[in-house]
Structure formats: structure tokens, C-alpha cells
């Protein structure tokens, strides 16, 4: 049985999605197969990574042991993250450093998104870390840092 047999059969070979029979059948060696597989999954890497660029993930969280209470305090850190997010629709080199309040309820904060990023994508990140950090990670710290 040659190669074209086994491959029009189903059971013996499990077709990635998008790569036709009709495709498949109309090959006539086995170089041509590979070469053709190894094409498809060359463009599949590539394109799964930019997906990954695309939908950066969280990676890690770190948050202070200590906890404030102070109106002054949440006030001023709030308005860090919110300058921080705006900063990074209006930033295209993804970074910025910024500080708010006056000791003892300062605040400073920053992001740096790595090189091989879209600003949009860093836009993104910030935003979403910025809302994450306070309302899921370190609801209470006075201190923390957010990975993606």
C-alpha cells in the first residue's frame, strides 16, 4: 500500500483542521507531503504566536503584608492606576513611572511592557492590570506588583 492509500483513509492519519482531503490526495510523493505539512505547521507556530502576543497571560502577583485603611491612601492610589492606564493609550514607547500623594500615603507605580508588543496590546495589559491589581489580587496591600 503506498502513501496515498494511507492517507486517504481516515483511520490511519488524523488531518489538522484546514488541510483538505482534496489537497492531501492530489499530492503524488512523500517529499511533497512533508513539505507540505512542515509549511502548515511552520505557518501554525507562527501564527499561535502571535496569538499569544495578542492575549498576553498573567503570570504573577505579589502583594505586601501590610494594609491601610486610609481614605488618603486609596484616593491617591487610585489616581495612580488611573493615570498609569490613560499614560499607556497616550505612550507608544510601553513605559512610564508616575507617583502620587505626599508620605505618608504616597504611592508610586509603573509598567514596562516588553519590546515584541503592540502598543495596543500593552494598552490593554495596563488596563487590565491596573483594575486586576486592586479588585482581585491586592484588594487590601499597601504594596504589590502585577506580572503579565
Same mark, same amino acid.
Given at each position: 500500500?503506498?502513501?496515498?492509500?494511507? #492517507?486517504?483513509?481516515?483511520?490511519?492519519?488524523?488531518?489538522?483542521?484546514?488541510?483538505?482531503?482534496?489537497?492531501?490526495?492530489?499530492?503524488?510523493?512523500?517529499?511533497?507531503?512533508?513539505?507540505?505539512? #512542515? #509549511?502548515? /505547521?511552520?505557518?501554525?507556530?507562527?501564527?499561535?504566536?502571535?496569538?499569544?502576543?495578542?492575549?498576553?497571560?498573567?503570570?504573577?502577583?505579589?502583594?505586601?503584608?501590610?494594609?491601610?485603611?486610609?481614605?488618603?491612601?486609596?484616593?491617591? #492610589?487610585?489616581?495612580? /492606576?488611573?493615570?498609569?492606564?490613560?499614560?499607556?493609550?497616550?505612550?507608544?514607547?510601553? %513605559? %512610564?513611572?508616575?507617583?502620587?500623594?505626599?508620605?505618608?500615603?504616597?504611592?508610586?507605580? /509603573?509598567? %514596562?511592557?516588553?519590546?515584541?508588543?503592540?502598543?495596543?496590546?500593552?494598552?490593554?495589559?495596563?488596563?487590565?492590570?491596573?483594575?486586576?491589581?486592586?479588585?482581585?489580587?491586592?484588594?487590601?496591600?499597601?504594596?504589590?506588583?502585577?506580572?503579565?
Amino acid at each position: 500500500m503506498d502513501c496515498r492509500q494511507h #492517507l486517504n483513509k481516515r483511520e490511519y492519519l488524523q488531518l489538522p483542521s484546514g488541510v483538505s482531503e482534496h489537497l492531501v490526495a492530489k499530492m503524488n510523493s512523500p517529499i511533497k507531503f512533508s513539505s507540505t505539512i #512542515l #509549511l502548515y /505547521l511552520l505557518t501554525l507556530s507562527v501564527i499561535t504566536r502571535a496569538q499569544s502576543l495578542n492575549n498576553p497571560n498573567y503570570l504573577h502577583h505579589i502583594c505586601d503584608d501590610t494594609t491601610t485603611s486610609t481614605t488618603t491612601y486609596k484616593d491617591n #492610589l487610585n489616581l495612580l /492606576l488611573s493615570s498609569l492606564s490613560s499614560s499607556a493609550t497616550r505612550n507608544s514607547i510601553g %513605559f %512610564f513611572n508616575a507617583s502620587e500623594g505626599r508620605e505618608p500615603d504616597d504611592v508610586y507605580g /509603573l509598567f %514596562f511592557c516588553r519590546g515584541d508588543l503592540s502598543t495596543d496590546v500593552c494598552q490593554n495589559c495596563v488596563a487590565n492590570a491596573t483594575k486586576d491589581i486592586v479588585q482581585r489580587r491586592c484588594p487590601t496591600a499597601n504594596g504589590g506588583s502585577h506580572m503579565v
